[in-house]
């Protein structure tokens, strides 16, 4: 910046001029004469003669300065103001910036010393993130949006305009939330719904089919529902092949299979339950609850049986007790009808049993078979219900007689020759049962020449030979061979989320009880079992081992799962959820854990999507319960599945049956415990007006026949179903000639003979069912795994007992509801057999659903007389 003196655009300094900028005073007396013609003239003389006049100029002067001072003041006022204002707001800057910040620093440390005082706790430390709980489900929502709904609404009724889904029906397909359970009644058309569900996933919300899994339990069930993907993916413009839509819907066995195959030492892993398969089938024919042990898995589990008894001194004598044990004649209940049947025939047969006696001798003899070493020939006299019978045989050794039975090789037709004989198997089986209730001393029936002498050296304790042999479980229905019992024992232990051989170590069983063998062989033979399979090339597993690897309990084994055989599983839908069973709860919940850790997030073309899961099922058709499935999933879905938000579906129409049927089946199975105000309501509309009421009566062969050939010559289908297997020969002998009929008429399958539980999901105009639903037996064994898996109350010591016996109702509700329009139930009114629960109890012959055409008798009295009830 300039300073006065030397800025050539400042006026000179004059030593007049006063502080506020003011000119000095002018001059009075040398200020030329402002006006005047005179004075003007002479000026103009003046100047054109260039002559300097000193007054003028003197006056000139002052006037000049005046008016420079006047321009310059103002000129240089202005460039001052610039000039200072720029520098002044520099300098003030800074010096602004020094205080301030000195200032400000200082007030800043005073404050934050005050935060750090007043902060609570120690001063923290450095750490790691917190571990949050594992979760099964974001916080989302499908993107099904008004105008989305409205468009899946119009394209239903467009392409199914005959099928209608119902109100609750598109409360399931249109359900927007993580997860849902759909509690869908008999006939209530769930396998559509789901299919229709499977369209919104794909067609409207853009879900990539890699993406979506449905689960069932049945290869039957999942091929019917496949070609109902392909049929209604169709409708939609998507033609799915068979291979694609089988990718799709898939078996729990068969999706399990490829988890253990994607472990690297695993590949070509082998499911011990299907290695009698076809080299291009990864599943077998039937439920996969009722599995069947074939050849090629019995001679597996043999070769190992009879190793394990040939170098464990500890198995082979649990073994060889068991054998003993099985060997002694099965003890029957007096009251048991097979015994009653026989008892009243006891005199007519003790006169035959001499002859009986020397009959059986006489074949066992020229068979080359009798007498048995170690065996003394004898007929000795044995006192049954007042009268004589006779033995074959005694072994002192073990105090035990002998009776022969028939070798099943000899003629079916062998008769006993005397007045009043008829077919010497049937007087074996007579005299046997008999023996069973009212022998008191230890009885041996031999019945196989081959095996009689092995038998014998068994119970002398001479056996050299690895005994194969049948073994019944205290609580089970009958003996089976025991390999079959090992292998059912300790499935049903595994179905229940246990490892077996750990359970069986944490039994509890009273001193002497003749299981307690059983359970220790078992316990030894099970883990050299699960070794020996996975030491093959290539390895075998059970399926419930496999579930076991990959349940909760496993965890970690997830990490070797590649992300492909995940994201199937991301959108996923389960079909007859009601079956499940505790390893397989832990399975899905396990996958869906690693899911969301991983953060898979759903193959979409849409709307983000993440992990969901539907499931649909029945609590009223749970009838695997001795499997060890349980209805409580399906009841208790919430806890099973915790989700931010879940949607709950009760599907009550009934599609199937007249209002009667459903009536009449309700009846029965609301005695058990699930959902509150649950009730079917037929819609049915070519049987919605039916009012024929379901009919009940004792067995009267002639009547089922009579029935039978009705509704085939109406042209009817026919279900004719059973509780035990012995009635499926009995009922085929009095149905015969209507069956060949059909045969010849080629309308054999309108019929088909079937189990109470092989009916479920099937139907038939006409339901004929032989046979009642109880419970006649307790399980020790398995109240006690129950108890261990946490499956009953706490408060219920015999868990598995009471799940039995509302098993035994949900049954009838099964095998009734299987009617379209006509049931015929044949029961026996009488309980021979103490049953501790019965379906046929709970018929209320007042009800207009019952038609009860043999009334139950009076029953007999107690000899107390009831009063009524006083006030109080």
């Known amino acids: 910046m300039h300073s006065p003196s030397t800025d050539p655009n400042s006026p000179l300094p004059q030593a007049n001029a006063s502080f506020e900028g003011k000119p000095p005073a002018p001059n009075k007396s040398v200020l030329p004469g402002k006006g005047g013609f005179f004075g003007r003239l002479t000026n103009l003389i003046l100047d054109a003669t260039g002559f300097k006049q000193l007054s003028a100029w003197k006056a000139g002067h002052v006037v000049g300065v005046g008016e420079g001072f006047h321009a310059g003041r103002d000129h240089g006022v202005e460039l001052g103001r610039v000039e200072g204002r720029t520098e002044g707001h520099q300098e003030g800057k800074s010096e602004g910036l020094k205080e301030g910040f000195s200032q400000g620093h200082s007030q800043g440390l005073d404050e934050g010393k005050l935060i750090v005082e007043l902060r609570p706790g120690a001063i923290s430390e450095p750490g790691s993130p917190v571990i949050k709980e594992s979760a099964l489900f974001k916080d989302w929502r499908f993107a099904i949006t008004p105008e989305m709904e409205s468009e899946i609404r119009q394209d239903v009724v467009h392409y199914l305009p005959d099928q209608p889904p119902s109100d609750d029906q598109w409360k399931m397909i249109l359900s927007t939330t993580p997860t849902t359970s759909v509690v869908a009644g008999a006939g209530s058309g769930k396998s559509t719904t789901m299919v229709l569900r499977l369209i919104v996933l794909f067609h409207y919300l853009k879900i990539d089919l890699s993406s979506l899994t449905v689960v069932t339990f049945t290869k039957e069930s999942k091929l019917d529902f496949a070609k109902k993907v392909r049929e209604v993916f169709d409708l939609w413009g998507y033609e799915v092949s068979e291979k694609k839509s089988l990718e799709i819907v898939r078996t729990f066995h068969s999706r399990i299979l490829s988890f253990a195959k994607s472990i690297n030492d695993l590949r070509d892993v082998k499911a011990f339950e299907f290695l009698d398969s076809k080299p291009d089938e990864d599943e077998k024919e039937g439920s996969t609850l009722q599995m069947k042990l074939g050849e090629i898995q019995l001679d597996l589990m043999n070769s190992l049986y009879e190793k394990l008894y040939e170098t464990n001194a500890t198995f082979r004598s649990l073994i060889g007790h068991l054998y003993q044990r099985s060997l002694i004649l099965e003890s029957l209940d007096k009251d048991n009808p097979e015994v009653q049947k026989r008892q009243d025939k006891a005199w007519a047969m003790a006169k035959l049993d001499r002859a009986l006696c020397t009959t059986l001798e006489g074949l066992w003899s020229d068979a080359g078979h009798w007498p048995i070493e170690g065996v003394e020939p004898t007929q000795k006299k044995i006192r049954l219900l007042g009268k004589d ?10 105090n035990t007689y002998v009776i022969l039975g028939v070798d099943r090789s000899e003629p079916e037709d062998l008769k006993l020759e005397v007045e009043y004989g008829w077919f010497l198997r049937k007087h074996v089986r007579d005299k046997r049962t008999l023996f069973q209730a009212f022998c008191s001393p230890r009885v041996v029936y031999l019945s196989s020449y081959v095996d009689a002498a092995a ?11 690895c005994p194969k042999f049948f073994y019944k479980v205290k609580g089970e229905i009958s003996s089976t061979y025991i390999m079959e019992a090992f292998y059912n024992t300790a499935s049903f ?16 069983m009273y001193p002497n009880d003749p299981d307690a063998a059983f359970f220790h062989a078992l316990g030894i033979y099970w883990a050299a079992f699960n070794e020996q399979l996975l030491s093959m090339s290539p390895p075998v597993m059970t399926f419930n081992s496999m579930f076991a690897m990959f349940s909760e309990r496993g965890q970690k084994n997830f990490g070797a799962v590649p992300d492909s055989v995940l994201r199937p599983m991301t959108t996923l839908l389960i079909d007859e959820f009601q079956d499940v069973g505790a390893n397989t709860i832990s399975w899905v919940r396990a996958t869906f854990q690693e899911v969301e850790a991983r953060g898979l997030a759903v193959r979409t073309f849409g709307a983000p999507a993440y992990a969901s899961l539907m499931a649909v099922g029945d609590d009223w058709q749970s009838i695997y319960g001795w499997r060890g499935s349980s209805p409580r999933f399906l009841m208790e879905f919430g806890k099973e599945f915790v989700s931010p938000k879940h949607t709950q579906v009760f599907m009550q129409e009934n599609h199937r049956s007249h209002q009667l049927v459903v009536d009449a089946a309700e009846s029965i199975v609301k005695k058990t415990p699930g959902f509150k105000d649950k009730h079917g309501v037929a819609v049915n509309k070519t049987v919605i007006d039916d009012q024929i009421p379901v009919s009940v009566r004792e067995l009267d062969w002639e009547h089922v026949a009579q029935m039978f050939e009705w509704h085939y010559d109406a042209g009817h289908s026919i279900l004719v179903l059973y509780r ?3 009635t499926k020969k009995e009922a085929k002998d009095k149905l015969a000639h209507i069956i060949q009929r059909a045969r010849d008429d080629k309308r054999s399958k309108k019929i088909k003979f079937l189990t109470y539980h092989s009916s479920k999901g099937l139907q038939a105009n006409a339901v004929f069912l032989l046979g009642d639903c109880e419970v006649t037996t307790s399980s020790p064994s398995r109240n006690d795994f129950y108890a261990q ?25 099964v095998a009734i509801t299987r009617a379209v329009t006509y049931c015929y139930w044949y029961i026996s009114w009488e309980e021979k057999v ?14 207009a659903f019952w038609n009860v ?3 139950r008798p009076t029953p007999l009295s107690d000899g107390i007389k009831r ?4 006030a109080r």
């Open 455 to 465: 038998s014998v050296d068994a119970l002398r304790g001479r056996a050299i030979a």
């Open 867 to 870: 009063k009524a009830t006083r």
């Open 853 to 855: 055409a043999t009334p």
């Open 724 to 726: 035990k297997r012995e």
């Open 493 to 508: 232990i595994e179905n229940l989320g246990l490892d077996a051989v750990e359970a069986i170590k944490k039994m509890g």
């Open 389 to 398: 019978f006779h033995v074959n045989g005694y072994i002192p050794e073990y």
């Open 834 to 847: 103490p049953a501790s629960e019965k379906a046929s109890r709970h018929i209320r012959a007042h009800e």
């Open 789 to 813: 898996a946490g499956m009953g109350s706490p408060s219920d010591p015999c868990g598995y007992d009471t799940a039995q016996q509302q098993e035994a109702l949900r049954t009838a509700y």
